[in-house]
């Protein structure tokens, strides 16, 4: 039985708002190792700093850049 992730994609937050990892939804497994290695799981709170050209997000004391796709798998609930 499948589970329904509650919260918002990453991209939907706006610069200078703070959302909590709630879930990952990447379509393949190599993009779901990659979050987990940047820091990006569930309980982390992200930061966004930038939507264009890349979505910026900081992460602790980490800024990564993510391409739409990437930031779009990022399931958030707004803080």
């Known amino acids: 039985m499948s589970r329904k992730i509650r919260g918002i994609p990453l991209t939907r937050l706006r ?20 979050l987990i290695t940047l820091g990006l799981f569930p309980g982390e709170r992200v930061i966004i700093l930038h939507h264009k050209p890349l979505h910026v997000v900081q992460v602790g004391y980490t800024q990564i850049a993510l391409d739409r796709q990437g930031a779009g798998s ?4 707004p803080e």
């Open 74 to 77: 990022i399931i958030v609930q």
């Open 15 to 34: 610069r200078g708002q703070s959302g909590r990892i709630v879930g990952l939804s990447p379509s393949r497994q190599a993009d779901l190792q990659k």
